[in-house]
């Protein structure tokens, strides 16, 4: 049997959390096409017959403007010595360019196994692969190189084997029903900052933050219907309510006036795609109360980043 860490690190935007989301097979990441959407440690763990294979996402390493940002690259920068298996994502429908190169140097040193993932190759011609793989085949000695999409699923397969490949012999490091480390406030505040994100467009940058002031609610329970052994009739499960208050987070008036939206119109679209992405994911009927509050230079205050989880590895 295999067991062990495999950790996701790269660049934002190059496909990190997909991938996570695709191996694992629950939305354990939420997803955007902003950079910086993942901000902190996320594990997802999967049970195969040859072993079990803890994946942990990471933020992208950019560089930080913000004592967030530091935070940011710190976790993903120490989750380099804590794996055994370093999975190095590229986005290779775009030019290589500085973020790379730094790349390339950051893992100049590692011990541990480092694949590298030519992620996106469904959006990019085949000719265009060949001195990509050349290129990053001369810039460091990977274990493997694997062109790869975390959208579609090609390669997905083939990485997931040479995970295991590389692993160290070992027992299961979680039981076979563990899937995150993740406690529920967290997935709420992720689920109603995805949508943020999504509803609002370009018009609001990625400085924005969700702030789970109180929940409550029993364990979601994913099965919606049960069968009544003497009939066979399927009937519905009453299912609990769970009760989230929240608040966006914004770092000035302008935001929020987008945020908040004509009437209150954006946030009640806001409200009404994320209670329903909640429900889903809870498999609980959800009251949501949703505020907009304004916190200048929120990014850099030590005390909220704690409250919204982010840790502090410096």
């Not at 160290?168 to 997935?187: H, I, N, S, W």
């Not at 933050?209 to 609610?217: L, P, S, T």
């Amino acid at each position: 049997m295999k067991a062990g860490f495999v950790s996701f690190l790269g660049r934002p935007n190059a496909g990190k959390s997909t991938l996570l989301n695709r191996i694992v097979g629950h939305k354990l990441a939420i997803v955007s096409d902003k950079p910086q959407t993942t901000r902190t440690r996320i594990v997802g763990v999967k049970n195969y017959e040859e072993g079990q294979v803890v994946f942990v996402d990471t933020p992208g390493v950019h560089k930080p403007m913000h004592r967030m940002n530091v935070r940011m690259v710190d976790v993903a920068l120490e989750a380099m010595r804590e794996v055994d298996v370093l999975a190095l994502v590229v986005d290779v429908s775009v030019k290589p360019g500085p973020g790379d190169r730094f790349m390339l140097e950051t893992i100049s040193d590692v011990k541990t196994p480092v694949i590298l993932v030519l992620n996106k190759v469904d959006v990019v011609a085949k000719q265009r692969l060949l001195p990509t793989i050349d290129h990053y085949s001369k810039a460091h000695p990977f274990a493997e190189i694997v062109p790869a999409s975390a959208a579609d699923g090609t390669n997905v397969d083939v990485l997931e084997k040479l995970f295991l490949q590389y692993l160290p012999e070992g027992e299961p490091l979680y039981p076979r029903d563990y899937v995150t480390d993740q406690p529920e406030r967290f997935f709420a505040s992720e689920i109603i900052r995805e949508q943020v994100l999504q509803l609002t467009y370009d018009e609001l940058p990625f400085s924005t933050a969700v702030i789970i002031d109180r929940f409550e609610g029993e364990d979601f329970q994913p099965e919606l219907e049960a069968t009544e052994e003497k009939t066979g009739v399927n009937r519905k499960v009453a299912r609990p309510l769970t009760t989230i208050y929240a608040t966006i987070l914004v770092d000035r008036e302008s935001q929020k006036g987008i945020v908040v939206g004509k009437g209150g119109a954006m946030i009640k679209q806001i409200g009404t795609a994320a209670r329903a992405e909640l429900e889903r994911y809870f498999g609980t009927r959800v009251f949501l109360d949703l505020h907009v509050k304004v916190k200048a230079e929120w990014r850099d205050d030590e005390r909220t980043l704690n409250e919204l989880g982010m840790r502090d590895d410096s």
